[in-house]
């Protein structure tokens, strides 16, 4: 008899300049979504998300596979039936940098980021970079001062820093200070990933470094929640 299926797909918290040199990790990324990847560039929605979706686009396709972008810039965008139905079935969904804070409300509570959720569940890779990568967690560091918030929380117990050596260290310290006991911060640089595989674990992949601080103390990656 053969083994189930995992119950969910894997996660990829990427720490900023996504789709150039030194991103190896999304030729695995990109073969695990069957070569297709679809691209939401939300979080450019007022920084040229068309630049974003060209990156995208011939990054992937130098990879051997195809970037479909996906316009979802505005919540109306992201209450969109049609658009939710082409989430749900893809196999591979990449969330752009940019804001996070516009990104959270353009899908907090619509029917494309349940589809996210749904396809995430069925298998489908979710990747997010930079602020891609803060929205996916909860809570969420707000960019404005280091605090946390809420995110979307595909991802629970767990907030990213991302572009981790741009960051200014009063917000970082503020994040840190008001982090809950046991709650992991995770900073991450660009041109890096953190992945969760389907089973909990985790892997750190890419050109960069990954920190992870628990309670003011150094942590590993085995401190994150499976």
């Known amino acids: 008899m053969s083994a189930d299926p995992p119950p969910v797909g894997p996660v990829a918290l990427v720490g900023g300049g996504e789709w150039q040199e030194g991103c190896s ?6 073969a695990r979504a069957g070569g297709v990847m679809l691209v ?3 979080g450019a929605a007022y920084q040229r998300p068309d630049r974003a979706v060209a990156r995208a686009e011939r990054w992937f396709a130098a990879l051997g596979g195809t970037a479909r972008p996906l316009p979802v810039l505005t919540r109306a965008d ?23 804070l516009h990104l959270r409300s353009v899908l907090k509570a619509t029917p494309v980021w349940e589809a996210i ?3 995430w569940l069925a298998g489908a890779v979710v990747a997010g970079s930079s602020a891609g ?3 996916l967690t909860d809570p969420m560091v ?6 946390l918030t809420l995110g979307l929380g595909l991802v629970e117990h767990l907030a990213v820093v991302p572009e981790f050596r741009g960051w200014d ?3 970082i310290h503020r994040t840190l200070a008001l982090a809950a006991p046991g709650l992991p911060v995770v900073g991450i640089e660009e041109r890096t990933a953190l992945l969760r ?11 960069g470094q990954v920190s992870v601080v628990v309670d003011g103390g150094v942590g590993g990656l085995e401190d994150l929640p499976r």
């Open 142 to 147: 707000d960019p404005r001062g280091g605090a």
């Open 40 to 42: 939401l560039p939300t």
């Open 25 to 30: 990790f999304d030729a695995e990324l990109l």
């Open 133 to 135: 990568a803060m929205v």
């Open 78 to 100: 992201a209450q969109d039936r049609a658009t939710a139905a082409t989430v749900a079935a893809g196999r591979g969904i990449y969330l752009a940098g940019g804001s996070p």
């Open 197 to 207: 595989e389907p089973d909990g674990t985790w892997r750190h992949l890419g050109a």
């Open 117 to 119: 959720r749904r396809a």
């Open 169 to 171: 260290a009063d917000q």
